[in-house]
């Protein structure tokens, strides 16, 4: 048996090399002794780039959306063009935001297309408000609401979520007869934040699930976004008006 050198014994068998491990190989030297032969992955620089931000995807109701928050106003330059582009992004982000759309990352998606259609067909004439004083309007025919005062529009439209099949939110004109910052519900037994009552069992309140998940909707109330339910709360007071006009699809 060849004698391996002292030297050989206390080399080192491995080799870290641009992260892999190098490959040591015994071979007979002329000598008869062993040398050693170290073989190593080639050093590969690994350069790291890091890609730009990409924009905003392009929505499936690019077009659509674009065209309906230019008739809304108030989000923000677009180009109806159905190309999406950073101050079409920014827009649609800002629009997701106010009315709480998620994910709130710029692309035209139904739920936001859904939205934006509701509120660009909402006439705040049809309420037909009171001159003077303050009027709660509830289109429920595109699931909007929003509040006159002396007959102009006080705050704009928002989404809302009435009564589904079989708890139909009535139409007609209504005085809010309570207010509660928490109302527990008994038949449901849930709490009810900015409860407003104007009818029955039936009133404004903050939702407690997805308020754009339409096909739940309330056993007759009118939901609100948290942000609306409580700007609603400090507009209202008992005895103010409340007309609640069309009627939901399916009920």
């Given at each position: 048996?060849?004698?391996?050198?002292?030297?050989?014994?206390?080399?080192?068998?491995?080799?870290?090399?641009?992260?892999?491990?190098?490959?040591?190989?015994?071979?007979?030297?002329?000598?008869?002794?062993?040398?050693?032969?170290?073989?190593?992955?080639?050093?590969?620089?690994?350069?790291?780039?890091?890609?730009?931000?990409?924009?905003?995807?392009?929505?499936?109701?690019?077009?659509?959306?674009?065209?309906?928050?230019?008739?809304?106003?108030?989000?923000?330059?677009?180009?109806?063009?159905?190309?999406?582009?950073?101050?079409?992004?920014?827009?649609?982000?800002?629009?997701?935001?106010?009315?709480?759309?998620?994910?709130?990352?710029?692309?035209?998606?139904?739920?936001?297309?859904?939205?934006?259609?509701?509120?660009?067909?909402?006439?705040?004439?049809?309420?037909?408000?009171?001159?003077?004083?303050?009027?709660?309007?509830?289109?429920?025919?595109?699931?909007?609401?929003?509040?006159?005062?002396?007959?102009?529009?006080?705050?704009?439209?928002?989404?809302?979520?009435?009564?589904?099949?079989?708890?139909?939110?009535?139409?007609?004109?209504?005085?809010?007869?309570k207010r509660t910052k928490k109302e527990w519900s008994d038949p449901y037994e849930v709490w009810l934040p900015y409860w407003q009552r104007?009818?029955?069992?039936?009133?404004?309140?903050?939702?407690?699930?997805?308020?754009?998940?339409?096909?739940?909707?309330?056993?007759?109330?009118?939901?609100?976004?948290?942000?609306?339910?409580?700007?609603?709360?400090?507009?209202?007071?008992?005895?103010?008006?409340?007309?609640?006009?069309?009627?939901?699809?399916?009920?």
């Amino acid at each position: 048996m060849q004698r391996v050198s002292a030297r050989l014994a206390t080399a080192v068998l491995a080799v870290a090399v641009g992260g892999g491990l190098g490959a040591v190989v015994l071979s007979p030297g002329a000598a008869g002794a062993a040398t050693r032969t170290v073989s190593a992955a080639p050093v590969t620089a690994v350069v790291v780039t890091k890609a730009a931000a990409a924009s905003c995807s392009t929505g499936k109701y690019q077009k659509q959306v674009e065209g309906y928050l230019k008739k809304i106003g108030g989000y923000g330059t677009v180009s109806v063009d159905g190309k999406q582009s950073a101050k079409d992004c920014a827009a649609i982000k800002k629009f997701q935001v106010r009315f709480g759309i998620k994910p709130a990352a710029g692309l035209a998606g139904p739920t936001t297309y859904g939205v934006a259609k509701r509120l660009a067909a909402t006439k705040t004439s049809k309420c037909k408000a009171k001159k003077s004083g303050y009027t709660f309007c509830v289109d429920l025919t595109n699931q909007t609401t929003w509040v006159m005062k002396n007959g102009k529009v006080y705050a704009k439209p928002t989404v809302t979520r009435t009564g589904m099949k079989g708890y139909r939110t009535p139409s007609g004109s209504f005085k809010i007869n309570k207010r509660t910052k928490k109302e527990w519900s008994d038949p449901y037994e849930v709490w009810l934040p900015y409860w407003q009552r104007f009818i029955g069992g039936r009133g404004f309140h903050q939702t407690t699930t997805y308020i754009h998940d339409a096909w739940r909707g309330s056993h007759g109330c009118v939901n609100l976004l948290p942000a609306d339910a409580k700007k609603y709360y400090k507009i209202g007071k008992i005895g103010m008006t409340v007309k609640v006009i069309g009627r939901r699809s399916g009920t």
